[in-house]
């Protein structure tokens, strides 16, 4: 099964229930509600007029509405997913807010974005790059930015400790018995997102090698060593 099937799969399953598990599970490894997660996340966003904003991996649009509300009347949100039932309960959010006119849905991959170049003031990512192939999603990212546009994104990082043989030995050991008691395509999602989660310093690093600059990572250890860190990270598109 390709990665991007895998995930739809995934995520077509746990759209009902999306926002209790990542609500549990985010008060589970660092402490926080998945409301207050979107809050802080979307703070970073600077409000200037007629801004353009684009979220990746948009789920349920959660984000999208904080943006629409911190953008105002003149900003632009589009939402990106490629899972089509995130998108539907998103739209039904949408509509109800009565922000039809100001956020629109995209059905589509972070790794092969439907838009031009230079059309975004801010790119926002919450939760999902470890779904990812990171590379190609942030070459997109950047041809997508207008230069000076902002990149935004919280999500797990690998701690220090699982890059230690005994870290790394325990991570696979739990990997396994993670998959083994949950068959579901969530849990083979997050199995095989494994490779995709980067330290701190790999961020870095592949993000300037891609075109990034004042590149700002900030990192809050999870409350057991083997649970993955959070990581935020603002950069810069070059020119």
Known sequence: MDCNDLVVEAFSELAPRYEQTMDRELRQ?????????????????????????????????????????????EGRVVGLDITPAML???????????????????????TAMPFGEGVFDTVICGLGTHHMEVPRMLAETRRVLKPGGRFLMADVGASAFWRTL?????????????????????ARAEVEAFPNVRTAGEWRALLAELGFAQIEVREFRARRPWYPSALTIQAVALA
């Open 29 to 73: 490894f660092w402490g926080l509600s998945y409301r207050q997660f979107i809050g802080q996340l979307v703070s970073d966003v600077p409000a200037g007029r007629s801004h353009r904003a684009l979220d990746l991996a948009t789920g349920t649009a959660l984000i999208p509405l904080g943006l629409a509300d911190r953008l105002g009347d």
């Open 88 to 110: 539907r309960h998103g739209q039904k959010r949408i509509e109800e807010a009565g922000l039809a006119g100001r956020i629109w849905l995209v059905c589509a991959s972070a």
């Open 166 to 186: 005994c870290g790394s030995v325990l991570l696979r050991m739990l990997l396994i018995r993670y998959g083994l008691a949950h068959r579901s395509a969530r």
